[in-house]
């Protein structure tokens, strides 16, 4: 549904040249939410506007339903009809939803059907059905500031919907909203997904985000795709930054085998679907006569399905259980000898939430009328 091949978008800053975005080939399914996971400044906001050509990418194309999208003319709200016409088919929210506070949530949500060419009527409607997808109908004629921010965030949803989308684009749409809120507009996008059959590429420096919602996943960092794939897949995927991220095993591999006696062998498991179930460990401690030490173990639900991951420990050399490690890889497991961290402990990935967390009511959209900015609200909706 969106396919990017090496896009690369340089910014020319103080004499400097700066990749934001550096080769980039992304491959997001019809149907799917993908999430693009990074930490500030890892390029993913000029990603997101390069795939809906609000910024022109300096090299490669973008793809979305079919349709080159490079290949039209114009970009941002200098954008030509058939560039115009495409975009329609994409929408797009934003962390601090920019909405209009002078317009209500209903004129908020008719804003691009104006631009679209509808009549009154027809604007009213849509809209009206809109907030009801969301469910948001009964504060239709309530303005933004009268709303909590989940609910700015659903009529952002609402008017990014107007065009009939297939695709939506966010970009931190849950960065200013409490714990429950995310958690309520992350399930309002998931129902989206699955009753419109529409895609969603989000952008996101939460891993609970993507832990939530995503079926595929890709980590960035420097303008470049470090690590993508199926959320699944990932987790199944010795030494992958991403899984390690979702779903750590806590404890540092190695902490606790000073405490043996002798060599011992460090093996983080990952059990999936009905492998879960069985009682693996307990059948090789009998199988091997092995005396298996648990260090940590957790269950958790990532991306719907259930996984379980589990570090233990037995004595002797790595090579001197060769035949417990087949035995474990023959039951479906994924396993991985726990060596010294990856790439710092867990946590370390990705920044701290912004400071703009504190404020989850903060209106970035600017005041319609001052001078100025018209223009930038109106690109935003198109
Ligand atoms: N309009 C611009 N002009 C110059 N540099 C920019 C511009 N937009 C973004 N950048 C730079 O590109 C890099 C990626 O920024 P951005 O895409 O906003 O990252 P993210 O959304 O992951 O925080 C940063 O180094 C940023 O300073
Ligand atoms: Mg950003």
């Not at 011992?264 to 999936?272: I, K, P």
């Amino acid at each position: 549904m969106i396919t990017t091949t090496d896009l690369t978008k340089v910014y020319r800053s103080r004499g400097r040249d700066i990749a934001a975005v550096d080769g980039v080939s992304l491959h997001v399914e019809p149907g799917e939410v993908y999430g693009v996971i990074g930490r500030s400044g890892a390029g993913k906001s000029t990603l997101i506007r390069c795939l809906n050509l609000l910024e022109r990418p300096t090299s490669g194309t973008v793809t979305v339903d079919g349709q080159d999208l490079t290949a039209l003319a114009g970009r941002g709200s200098r954008a030509g009809r058939p560039l115009r016409r495409a975009r329609t088919g994409i929408g797009m929210i934003f962390q601090h939803f920019n909405l209009l506070s002078s317009r209500t949530v209903q004129g908020n949500v008719e804003l691009p059907l104006e631009i679209l060419g509808l009549t009154r009527r027809e604007r009213r409607r849509k809209a009206l059905d809109l907030l009801d997808l969301v469910g948001l109908a009964e504060r239709a004629r309530a303005y933004p500031a009268q709303l909590s921010g989940g609910q700015k965030q659903r009529v952002g949803i609402a008017r990014a919907l107007a065009g009939d989308p297939k695709v939506l684009l966010s970009d931190e749409a849950t960065s200013a909203l409490d714990p429950d809120t995310t958690r309520s507009v992350l399930r309002l996008l998931r129902d989206l997904n699955q009753r419109l059959g529409l895609t969603v590429l989000l952008i996101t420096h939460e891993m609970d985000v993507v832990k939530t919602v995503c079926d595929s996943a890709a980590l960035m960092e420097g303008g470049r795709i470090l690590e993508s794939g199926r959320v699944h897949d990932l987790l199944a995927t010795p030494g992958s930054r991403l899984a390690r991220e979702l779903f750590p095993f806590g404890g540092e591999a190695g902490a606790d085998a000073g405490a043996a006696e002798g060599p011992v062998t460090v093996l983080d498991l990952t059990f999936h679907g009905e492998g879960a179930a069985r009682p693996v460990v307990s059948r090789l401690a009998r199988a091997h006569d092995a005396d298996v030490s648990i260090l940590g173990a957790a269950l958790d639900t990532v991306a719907g399905r259930q996984i379980g991951r589990m570090r233990i420990q037995l004595p002797g050399r790595p090579e001197e259980n060769a035949a417990a490690l087949a035995f474990l890889r023959e039951q479906g497991l994924t396993v991985e000898t726990a060596g010294p961290p990856i790439a710092g402990p867990p946590g370390t990935l990705l920044d701290k939430p912004p400071a703009q967390a504190a404020a989850p009511d903060a209106e970035a959209a600017p005041a319609p009328g001052a001078p100025g900015t018209a223009g930038s609200a109106r690109e935003d909706v198109r």
